[in-house]
């Protein structure tokens, strides 16, 4: 039991990680300047992202965010 949890702690800590570094990407690189507004949105998703794939709005959320090139 304990692997496991560890394992999805692994998966929550590296797709923060992914998250986070995508929101910061968008922030420096982004063709839009977006503010610190999408800043702070992309360090929240980052912390809460596998609680959004539970839900519809979460996962349009997270679709959202990816898109926004």
């Known amino acids: 039991m304990i692997v496991v949890l560890e394992l999805l702690y692994l998966v929550w800590m590296i797709g923060a990680v992914v998250v986070f570094a995508r929101g910061l990407s968008q922030m420096l690189f982004g063709k ?36 926004s090139d």
């Not at 300047?33 to 980052?46: E, P, Q």
């Open 32 to 67: 839009v300047v977006a503010g610190s507004n999408a800043f702070f949105r992309a360090i929240f998703m980052a912390v809460i992202w596998p609680i959004a794939l539970l839900t519809p709005e979460g996962r349009a959320a997270l679709r959202a965010m990816s898109r």
